[in-house]
């Protein structure tokens, strides 16, 4: 017997350890968050989406388990076997600082860049770059307004046939900027 209640990660953010960002930040274990962002799924479904070998895709869902990033969110009994769905603990996961690791915090970008295509004719794509010279406070309060963002995205009602990717950030940089009129 099933259950059949319908599972959306929780809203809000996990903050993460620096031990479940090292779990995270893996390739195959960043694919297996992402898909499960969209709905919960079991190791034979993410094996098939991720066209990996069960046992590989077994090992990363228990890492990730382990760390705990994912759980289980519902069985289904299927003959004499129990398959079992895992789902996101939080929409949104965030990662630490760790000195001397990705101090650029450029790994989002570089994650970005790779999977980006040019949009088909029925597609569209945006990409804007901003600078202002602006007070720490209200970098927070940007910052909050782009996590909002970024939950609304991830949260959004799954249709369509293209999966989009929405990065978001600010960053401190070394441009120069006019002073104060005096």
Known sequence: MSTQTPYRPPEGMLAMTP???AAFNEPTRSDIMVLLAERPATVSQLADTLDKPK???GYHVKTLEDAGLIKVVR?????????KYYGRLARTYLFPRVEGIGD??????VEAMGEMRSPREDETGFFTIRHARIPIARIEEFAGELLDLAERFAAAPRGGSTVYGLVVGMYPTDRPSLREDE
């Open 19 to 21: 031990e479940q960002a």
């Open 55 to 57: 046992g590989t895709i």
């Open 75 to 83: 069985t289904h009994k299927v003959r004499a076997m129990t398959e």
């Open 104 to 109: 650029e915090q450029h790994g989002f970008m």
